[in-house]
């Protein structure tokens, strides 16, 4: 049985900055890809960072240079690291894995396992 729970997500004024961790249980975090989405009502779902089991990460261009992922193989949990965090950045965010490969953003559905997700909101 796998679970991920995402904590950490909060509310906090433009300019600021949240860590977001997810916890796996039952899949190894370092085997392969780990990621964070986020989402917001009446939205596409949005990659916002994966990290692959080399440690290479990627990031779209709306959160490179502010959001940095992260992980701790030993603890079996991802982090994201926000700064600079923008109205836009308000969403819902979701932790994800999926086997080793390509990690990539942009097809959300080959990412197999999701977390329940944690809420962050920007306000100006």
């Known amino acids: 049985q796998v679970q991920l729970v995402e904590s950490g997500g909060g509310s906090v004024q433009a300019g600021g900055s949240l860590t977001l961790s997810c916890v796996s249980s039952g899949y190894p975090i370092g085997a392969g890809c780990a990621g964070w989405f986020r989402q917001e009502p009446g939205k596409e779902r949005e990659g916002v960072a994966s990290i692959d089991r080399d440690g290479t990460t990627t990031y779209p261009v709306t959160t490179q240079g502010r959001f940095t992922i992260s992980r701790d193989s030993a603890k079996n949990t991802v982090y994201l690291h926000t700064n600079s965090l923008e109205p836009e950045d308000t969403a819902m965010y979701y932790c994800?894995?999926?086997?080793?490969?390509?990690?990539?953003?942009?097809?959300?559905?080959?990412?197999?396992?999701w977390g329940q997700g944690t809420r962050v909101t920007v306000s100006s």
């Open positions: 994800a894995v999926k086997g080793a490969g390509d990690c990539t953003l942009t097809s959300d559905y080959l990412w197999i396992y």
